[in-house]
């Protein structure tokens, strides 16, 4: 039976996984229950403005990703604002903490150069983040053992002011997870890639676009014209596996299947042989269980003529943690997008929820007038909580020829965009290799 790959689920791993098969001449379709492709990093509308599910920064050291669009046909300079590493972090107390790379130098020292120099941080703070940095690349970014970050953090006498204003903000960008449950490997994994190796890794690259149109777009019409079916509104309603393969709603053959659904939706999947794989006892994620963490993303529209001295400033002391001007980033004036991560569930409306971080962003930036309308965009189950010697599933199961791709599965990487894309290009490998 020639190869023909059902992946099921149009997030960032399913659509890596088709391309890379597609783009192997390997016959693929793509099932998604959804309307829409994407999974979280899609664009919605809202008042004839396209938003995003949730704000999203990629970086340099996103190597997968990049490639991906790459494949894809995506011009890179037009879709995405590259910044060198800035970090502009606003106290409410109107104390302002900002480190700038050192475009002059390699890394590591592009960043070492950058603490020393970072403006509104005490020189004792400093020189502790530098010495944490040199420790970190003497040990390879390798911890003996794994630990919460919070109490790393303190072991290695970091100050309360970087820890607030740099490690803090780092972390919660990353794993979206709070310092007290965060793993500190997987946090050092992305320092480490971002850090460590090329200066350019540490990039932050700002999308210019919605993200349906940067990625879902653009990797689904790369699909298409490699022969690639993508069905959406369809339900998985039954997998069987037979002789030669899988049997889905018992009508649609296939030779592999990818299941690259988010984990919580695969509580209801099961694979006896030649048996159904759904509605049955959850065998493929048993002993895997994840806890969740949310992203609330509040839209706030001023004027046109409104606009923030950086594209992108962090908050400290608030409940909002970056604020992102639309404006500068891709042309939507006086539009921004303010993220709030990992928090615990609020006890107010969106309105009233607007109406709090509106107050905030005009104490931080006092030339603000009333927005003219807001937009709550909350997501309970954004990413999986990145917590300490987290046991995560391989992307083998134990049904051959049947595989899971997501950021969730094993990886030494957070919930991320780049996790996903990397998931889904192993499961691609697989079903080749197979």
Same mark, same amino acid.
């Given at each position: 039976?020639?190869?023909?790959?059902?992946?099921?689920?149009?997030?960032?791993?399913?659509?890596?996984?088709?391309?890379?098969?597609?783009?192997?001449?390997?016959?693929?379709?793509?099932?998604?229950?959804?309307?829409?492709?994407?999974?979280?990093?899609?664009?919605?509308?809202?008042?004839?403005?396209?938003?995003?599910?949730?704000?999203?920064?990629?970086?340099? +050291?996103? $190597?997968? @990703?990049?490639?991906?669009?790459? *494949?894809?046909? %995506? =011009?890179?300079?037009?879709? /995405?604002?590259?910044?060198?590493?800035?970090?502009?972090?606003?106290?409410?107390?109107?104390?302002?903490?900002?480190?700038?790379?050192?475009?002059?130098?390699?890394?590591?020292?592009?960043?070492?150069?950058?603490?020393?120099?970072?403006?509104?941080?005490?020189?004792?703070?400093?020189?502790?983040?530098?010495?944490?940095?040199?420790?970190?690349?003497?040990?390879?970014?390798?911890?003996?053992?794994?630990?919460?970050?919070?109490?790393?953090?303190?072991?290695?006498?970091?100050?309360?002011?970087?820890?607030?204003?740099?490690?803090?903000?780092?972390?919660?960008?990353?794993?979206?997870?709070?310092?007290?449950?965060?793993?500190?490997?997987?946090?050092?994994?992305?320092?480490?890639?971002?850090? +460590?190796? $090329?200066? @350019?890794?540490?990039?932050?690259? *700002?999308?210019? %676009? =919605?993200?349906?149109?940067? /990625?879902?777009?653009?990797?689904?019409?790369?699909?298409?014209?490699?022969?690639?079916?993508?069905?959406?509104?369809?339900?998985?309603?039954?997998?069987?596996?037979?002789?030669?393969?899988?049997?889905?709603?018992?009508?649609?053959?296939?030779?592999?299947?990818?299941?690259?659904?988010?984990?919580?939706?695969?509580?209801?999947?099961?694979?006896?042989?030649?048996?159904?794989?759904?509605?049955?006892?959850?065998?493929?994620?048993?002993?895997?269980?994840?806890?969740?963490?949310?992203?609330?993303?509040?839209?706030?529209?001023?004027?046109?003529?409104?606009?923030?001295?950086?594209?992108?400033?962090?908050?400290?002391?608030?409940?909002?943690?970056?604020?992102?001007?639309?404006?500068?980033?891709?042309?939507?004036?006086?539009?921004?997008?303010?993220?709030?991560?990992?928090? %615990?569930?609020?006890?107010?409306?969106?309105?009233?929820?607007?109406?709090?971080?509106?107050?905030?962003?005009?104490?931080?930036?006092?030339?603000?007038?009333?927005?003219?309308?807001?937009?709550?965009?909350?997501?309970?189950?954004?990413?999986?909580?990145?917590?300490?010697?987290?046991?995560?599933?391989?992307?083998?199961?134990?049904?051959?020829?049947?595989?899971?791709?997501?950021?969730?599965?094993?990886?030494?990487?957070?919930?991320?965009?780049?996790?996903?894309?990397?998931?889904?290009?192993?499961?691609?490998?697989?079903?080749?290799?197979?």
């Amino acid at each position: 039976m020639p190869k023909h790959v059902v992946v099921i689920g149009s997030g960032m791993a399913g659509l890596a996984a088709a391309c890379m098969l597609a783009n192997r001449g390997i016959q693929v379709t793509i099932f998604e229950a959804a309307p829409q492709l994407g999974g979280r990093a899609r664009g919605v509308n809202h008042k004839g403005v396209k938003l995003d599910n949730g704000q999203h920064i990629l970086l340099g +050291a996103y $190597k997968q @990703t990049l490639a991906l669009l790459k *494949l894809a046909s %995506v =011009d890179e300079n037009q879709a /995405l604002m590259r910044l060198s590493l800035h970090l502009t972090m606003l106290d409410l107390s109107k104390n302002t903490f900002s480190l700038k790379a050192c475009s002059s130098l390699p890394a590591p020292l592009h960043i070492l150069a950058g603490l020393l120099l970072a403006k509104g941080a005490p020189l004792t703070a400093r020189f502790s983040a530098i010495k944490l940095m040199l420790w970190m690349k003497l040990h390879n970014f390798k911890l003996p053992q794994d630990e919460p970050l919070a109490s790393f953090l303190q072991h290695k006498n970091q100050p309360e002011f970087i820890i607030k204003n740099l490690w803090e903000p780092l972390c919660l960008a990353t794993l979206n997870t709070p310092l007290q449950f965060a793993s500190t490997q997987i946090f050092l994994n992305v320092l480490r890639d971002s850090f +460590a190796k $090329k200066k @350019t890794d540490s990039d932050m690259l *700002l999308p210019r %676009v =919605d993200l349906s149109s940067l /990625l879902a777009e653009p990797l689904a019409a790369y699909i298409r014209k490699h022969d690639g079916k993508i069905k959406t509104n369809f339900s998985i309603k039954s997998i069987s596996q037979t002789n030669s393969g899988f049997l889905l709603n018992d009508e649609h053959v296939f030779s592999h299947v990818i299941i690259a659904c988010a984990p919580h939706q695969l509580g209801n999947v099961a694979a006896p042989p030649r048996h159904s794989l759904a509605g049955g006892n959850p065998v493929l994620m048993e002993n895997f269980a994840f806890h969740y963490q949310p992203i609330t993303t509040i839209y706030l529209q001023y004027a046109e003529s409104t606009k923030l001295p950086q594209a992108m400033t962090g908050l400290i002391g608030s409940l909002a943690q970056w604020v992102f001007d639309k404006g500068q980033l891709c042309g939507q004036h006086g539009l921004m997008a303010v993220v709030i991560s990992a928090h %615990v569930p609020f006890d107010m409306s969106q309105t009233a929820l607007a109406a709090r971080v509106a107050e905030e962003l005009k104490n931080a930036f006092p030339q603000l007038k009333k927005p003219l309308w807001h937009k709550v965009i909350a997501e309970k189950r954004a990413t999986f909580s990145c917590q300490v010697n987290l046991p995560r599933p391989s992307h083998v199961t134990p049904y051959p020829q049947l595989y899971l791709a997501g950021d969730y599965t094993c990886a030494d990487y957070p919930a991320t965009i780049e996790g996903a894309v990397r998931s889904g290009m192993a499961c691609a490998d697989l079903v080749l290799n197979s």
